[in-house]
């Protein structure tokens, strides 16, 4: 299985990036799929997930809120986070990572991780 995070990069205050997971190796629709970052000297946390195909639902933490909406596109096997109104508090390094438990909202269940992708905003 191999997850692909791609999309980041250093953008200003105020501005958008759109976040891209490419998978591969898994049945893309079968798993529930999830972004999580990790800031400098910070623990990972949980930025949004959303649950398989056959089910509906996604999560939001809730400083991302009405910020970043999560997507997925089961045809190309790509889960997506679109970030807007960024600020410097969200600079990290971005993973995406699948899991196919039923336990959808709890990142220790996700067993596949990618490589993660920079994302830095300046003020």
């Known amino acids: 299985v191999q997850l692909q995070a791609s999309g980041g990069g250093t953008v200003q205050a105020g501005g958008s990036l759109r976040l891209s997971c490419a998978a591969s190796?898994?049945?893309?629709?079968?798993?529930?799929m999830g972004w999580f970052r990790q800031a400098p000297g910070k623990e990972r946390e949980m930025v949004s997930i959303i649950k398989w195909t056959g089910g509906i639902g996604t999560l939001y933490a809730e400083s991302v809120k009405g910020r970043f909406t999560i997507s997925r596109d089961d045809a190309k096997n790509t889960a997506y986070l679109q970030m807007n109104i960024l600020n410097p508090e969200d600079t990290a390094i971005y993973y995406c990572?699948?899991?196919?438990?039923?336990?959808?909202?709890?990142?220790?269940?996700?067993?596949?991780w990618g490589q993660g992708t920079q994302v830095t905003v300046s003020s």
């Open positions: 990572a699948a899991s196919g438990s039923r336990y959808w909202t709890d990142s220790r269940r996700y067993e596949y």
């Open positions: 190796g898994l049945t893309f629709s079968n798993y529930h």
